[in-house]
Protein backbone atom coordinates (compact mmCIF):
# COMPACT_ATOMS: atom_id res chain seq x y z
CA UNK A 1 0.00 0.00 0.00
CA UNK A 2 1.13 3.93 -0.56
CA UNK A 3 2.15 4.72 2.71
CA UNK A 4 3.81 8.37 1.65
CA UNK A 5 2.12 10.22 -1.49
CA UNK A 6 3.66 13.50 -3.69
CA UNK A 7 1.78 15.77 -5.05
CA UNK A 8 1.50 17.41 -7.90
CA UNK A 9 4.19 14.84 -9.70
CA UNK A 10 5.52 17.78 -11.40
CA UNK A 11 4.66 21.70 -11.17
CA UNK A 12 5.66 24.02 -13.67
CA UNK A 13 5.89 27.83 -12.39
CA UNK A 14 6.85 31.60 -13.89
CA UNK A 15 9.68 33.22 -11.45
CA UNK A 16 8.72 34.76 -8.26
CA UNK A 17 4.70 32.29 -8.50
CA UNK A 18 4.61 31.04 -5.01
CA UNK A 19 3.23 27.47 -4.72
CA UNK A 20 2.99 24.75 -2.06
CA UNK A 21 3.95 21.29 -2.73
CA UNK A 22 1.92 18.21 -1.04
CA UNK A 23 3.25 14.85 1.18
CA UNK A 24 0.31 13.07 2.39
CA UNK A 25 1.16 9.65 5.09
CA UNK A 26 -0.94 7.16 6.56
CA UNK A 27 1.48 5.60 9.03
CA UNK A 28 0.91 5.07 12.74
CA UNK A 29 3.44 6.87 15.00
CA UNK A 30 5.30 9.20 12.80
CA UNK A 31 8.61 9.79 14.16
CA UNK A 32 9.77 11.95 11.71
CA UNK A 33 9.47 13.80 8.51
CA UNK A 34 12.24 14.67 6.14
CA UNK A 35 12.35 17.07 3.20
CA UNK A 36 15.21 16.36 0.87
CA UNK A 37 16.04 18.16 -2.41
CA UNK A 38 17.36 15.94 -5.52
CA UNK A 39 19.38 17.90 -8.01
CA UNK A 40 19.83 15.83 -11.39
CA UNK A 41 22.18 13.26 -11.37
CA UNK A 42 22.96 14.25 -7.62
CA UNK A 43 21.78 12.14 -3.97
CA UNK A 44 19.31 13.94 -2.09
CA UNK A 45 20.07 16.83 0.20
CA UNK A 46 18.56 17.06 3.54
CA UNK A 47 16.66 20.20 3.88
CA UNK A 48 14.51 19.93 7.03
CA UNK A 49 13.36 17.52 9.52
CA UNK A 50 9.71 17.90 11.51
CA UNK A 51 8.56 15.88 14.59
CA UNK A 52 5.13 16.86 15.18
CA UNK A 53 2.02 18.64 14.25
CA UNK A 54 2.05 22.23 13.87
CA UNK A 55 5.82 22.30 14.23
CA UNK A 56 7.02 24.47 11.12
CA UNK A 57 10.61 25.37 9.10
CA UNK A 58 12.00 27.76 6.83
CA UNK A 59 14.95 28.01 4.73
CA UNK A 60 15.29 30.81 2.55
CA UNK A 61 12.13 30.53 0.39
CA UNK A 62 11.33 27.67 1.50
CA UNK A 63 8.56 26.65 4.78
CA UNK A 64 7.92 22.97 5.74
CA UNK A 65 4.80 22.66 7.90
CA UNK A 66 3.34 19.39 9.35
CA UNK A 67 -0.12 18.24 10.32
CA UNK A 68 -1.41 14.68 11.47
CA UNK A 69 -1.59 13.70 8.12
CA UNK A 70 0.41 15.26 5.37
CA UNK A 71 3.38 17.88 5.43
CA UNK A 72 3.55 20.99 2.69
CA UNK A 73 6.29 22.45 1.55
CA UNK A 74 5.79 26.03 0.77
CA UNK A 75 7.90 28.18 -1.97
CA UNK A 76 8.13 31.64 -1.98
CA UNK A 77 9.00 33.57 -5.22
CA UNK A 78 11.14 31.09 -6.07
CA UNK A 79 14.27 31.79 -8.26
CA UNK A 80 15.66 29.34 -11.66
CA UNK A 81 17.66 28.21 -9.15
CA UNK A 82 14.95 26.19 -7.21
CA UNK A 83 14.27 23.82 -9.75
CA UNK A 84 15.08 20.28 -8.83
CA UNK A 85 12.93 17.57 -7.26
CA UNK A 86 11.68 17.60 -3.83
CA UNK A 87 11.61 14.32 -1.73
CA UNK A 88 9.68 13.41 1.35
CA UNK A 89 10.06 10.47 3.78
CA UNK A 90 8.40 9.49 6.87
CA UNK A 91 10.02 7.38 10.20
CA UNK A 92 7.97 5.21 11.85
CA UNK A 93 7.90 2.31 14.01
CA UNK A 94 7.02 -1.30 12.68
CA UNK A 95 8.47 -4.65 14.16
CA UNK A 96 10.41 -3.35 16.66
CA UNK A 97 12.72 -1.14 14.31
CA UNK A 98 12.12 2.42 12.57
CA UNK A 99 11.31 2.40 8.84
CA UNK A 100 12.10 5.72 6.34
CA UNK A 101 9.66 5.85 3.44
CA UNK A 102 10.26 8.19 0.23
CA UNK A 103 7.83 9.77 -1.36
CA UNK A 104 7.63 9.31 -5.41
CA UNK A 105 8.61 13.19 -5.26
CA UNK A 106 7.52 16.47 -7.23
CA UNK A 107 9.42 17.53 -10.14
CA UNK A 108 9.80 21.39 -9.78
CA UNK A 109 10.35 23.47 -13.23
CA UNK A 110 11.10 27.34 -12.51
CA UNK A 111 10.71 29.56 -15.54
CA UNK A 112 12.76 32.18 -15.86
CA UNK B 1 33.97 18.20 5.48
CA UNK B 2 34.34 15.25 3.07
CA UNK B 3 31.19 13.90 2.09
CA UNK B 4 30.03 10.47 0.91
CA UNK B 5 31.95 8.83 -1.54
CA UNK B 6 30.61 6.21 -4.15
CA UNK B 7 32.41 4.53 -7.02
CA UNK B 8 32.02 4.10 -9.91
CA UNK B 9 29.40 6.34 -11.04
CA UNK B 10 28.02 4.94 -13.94
CA UNK B 11 28.36 1.25 -14.90
CA UNK B 12 26.69 -0.80 -17.38
CA UNK B 13 26.25 -4.34 -18.24
CA UNK B 14 25.00 -7.41 -19.67
CA UNK B 15 22.36 -8.89 -17.78
CA UNK B 16 23.71 -12.15 -16.27
CA UNK B 17 26.82 -10.61 -14.95
CA UNK B 18 27.83 -9.42 -11.88
CA UNK B 19 28.30 -5.94 -10.65
CA UNK B 20 30.21 -4.18 -7.23
CA UNK B 21 29.37 -0.94 -6.09
CA UNK B 22 31.52 0.91 -3.33
CA UNK B 23 30.64 3.65 -0.29
CA UNK B 24 33.03 5.24 2.26
CA UNK B 25 30.66 7.22 4.66
CA UNK B 26 31.31 10.22 6.44
CA UNK B 27 34.43 9.55 8.87
CA UNK B 28 32.42 8.78 12.28
CA UNK B 29 28.82 7.83 11.31
CA UNK B 30 27.99 5.12 12.44
CA UNK B 31 25.15 4.23 10.15
CA UNK B 32 25.44 3.35 6.24
CA UNK B 33 22.53 3.02 3.80
CA UNK B 34 22.23 1.46 0.36
CA UNK B 35 19.15 3.21 -1.39
CA UNK B 36 17.95 1.71 -4.65
CA UNK B 37 16.08 4.86 -6.99
CA UNK B 38 14.16 3.82 -10.44
CA UNK B 39 13.78 6.68 -12.48
CA UNK B 40 11.13 8.71 -11.39
CA UNK B 41 10.47 7.28 -7.70
CA UNK B 42 11.71 8.16 -4.79
CA UNK B 43 14.44 6.07 -3.16
CA UNK B 44 13.88 2.84 -1.55
CA UNK B 45 16.07 1.19 1.16
CA UNK B 46 18.00 -1.94 0.46
CA UNK B 47 19.87 -2.62 3.54
CA UNK B 48 21.07 -1.01 6.92
CA UNK B 49 24.34 -0.82 8.65
CA UNK B 50 24.61 0.17 12.44
CA UNK B 51 28.88 -0.09 12.54
CA UNK B 52 28.95 -3.27 10.77
CA UNK B 53 26.12 -5.24 12.08
CA UNK B 54 22.89 -5.60 9.77
CA UNK B 55 19.69 -3.51 11.32
CA UNK B 56 17.08 -4.16 8.38
CA UNK B 57 17.88 -5.95 5.13
CA UNK B 58 13.99 -6.28 4.78
CA UNK B 59 13.72 -5.18 0.97
CA UNK B 60 17.22 -6.56 -0.21
CA UNK B 61 16.66 -9.47 -3.05
CA UNK B 62 18.77 -11.71 -1.09
CA UNK B 63 18.65 -13.90 -3.67
CA UNK B 64 21.03 -11.72 -6.03
CA UNK B 65 21.85 -8.58 -4.32
CA UNK B 66 24.84 -9.20 -0.82
CA UNK B 67 26.00 -6.29 1.02
CA UNK B 68 28.66 -5.85 3.72
CA UNK B 69 30.62 -2.74 5.73
CA UNK B 70 34.15 -3.67 6.47
CA UNK B 71 35.33 -2.71 9.94
CA UNK B 72 32.33 -0.89 10.46
CA UNK B 73 33.40 2.01 7.50
CA UNK B 74 33.35 1.02 3.92
CA UNK B 75 30.71 -0.54 2.22
CA UNK B 76 30.29 -2.38 -0.77
CA UNK B 77 27.00 -4.01 -2.76
CA UNK B 78 26.69 -6.67 -4.77
CA UNK B 79 24.35 -7.87 -7.29
CA UNK B 80 24.92 -11.59 -9.14
CA UNK B 81 23.09 -12.01 -11.37
CA UNK B 82 22.11 -8.89 -12.59
CA UNK B 83 18.59 -8.65 -14.60
CA UNK B 84 16.76 -5.63 -16.56
CA UNK B 85 14.63 -4.49 -13.94
CA UNK B 86 17.98 -3.65 -11.78
CA UNK B 87 18.92 -0.66 -13.62
CA UNK B 88 18.67 2.34 -11.59
CA UNK B 89 20.75 4.21 -9.34
CA UNK B 90 22.26 2.89 -6.52
CA UNK B 91 22.74 5.48 -3.39
CA UNK B 92 24.74 5.38 -0.34
CA UNK B 93 24.00 7.73 2.72
CA UNK B 94 25.12 7.74 6.13
CA UNK B 95 24.39 9.73 9.36
CA UNK B 96 25.88 9.95 13.33
CA UNK B 97 22.28 8.28 14.15
CA UNK B 98 21.70 4.81 16.00
CA UNK B 99 19.00 2.84 15.01
CA UNK B 100 16.02 2.33 17.66
CA UNK B 101 15.29 -1.19 18.46
CA UNK B 102 12.28 -0.51 20.09
CA UNK B 103 8.93 1.66 19.42
CA UNK B 104 10.16 4.44 22.21
CA UNK B 105 13.10 6.28 23.65
CA UNK B 106 14.85 8.63 21.53
CA UNK B 107 14.61 9.71 17.98
CA UNK B 108 16.81 7.29 15.93
CA UNK B 109 17.60 9.00 12.33
CA UNK B 110 19.94 11.77 12.35
CA UNK B 111 20.01 13.86 9.20
CA UNK B 112 21.07 11.00 6.11
CA UNK B 113 23.89 12.63 3.99
CA UNK B 114 23.92 11.04 0.62
CA UNK B 115 26.87 10.23 -2.06
CA UNK B 116 25.77 11.14 -5.67
CA UNK B 117 25.13 7.30 -6.42
CA UNK B 118 26.00 4.97 -9.02
CA UNK B 119 24.24 4.62 -12.19
CA UNK B 120 23.61 1.20 -13.58
CA UNK B 121 22.45 -0.21 -16.66
CA UNK B 122 21.63 -3.64 -17.13
CA UNK B 123 21.01 -4.31 -20.78
Known amino acids: EDQVTQSPEALRLQEGESSSLNCSYT??????LFWYRQDPGKGPEFLFT???AGEEKEKERLKATLTKKESFLHITAPKPEDSATYLC?????????????FGQGTRLTINP | EAGVAQSPRYKIIEKRQSVAFWCNPI?????LYWYQQILGQGPKLLIQ????????DSQLPKDRFSAERLKGVDSTLKIQPAKLEDSAVYLCASSLGSVLTGTSGPLSYNEQFFGPGTRLTVL
Open chain 1, 27 to 32: VSGLRG
Open chain 1, 50 to 52: LYS
Open chain 2, 49 to 56: FQNNGVVD
Open chain 2, 27 to 31: SGHAT
Open chain 1, 89 to 101: AVQYPTQGAQKLV
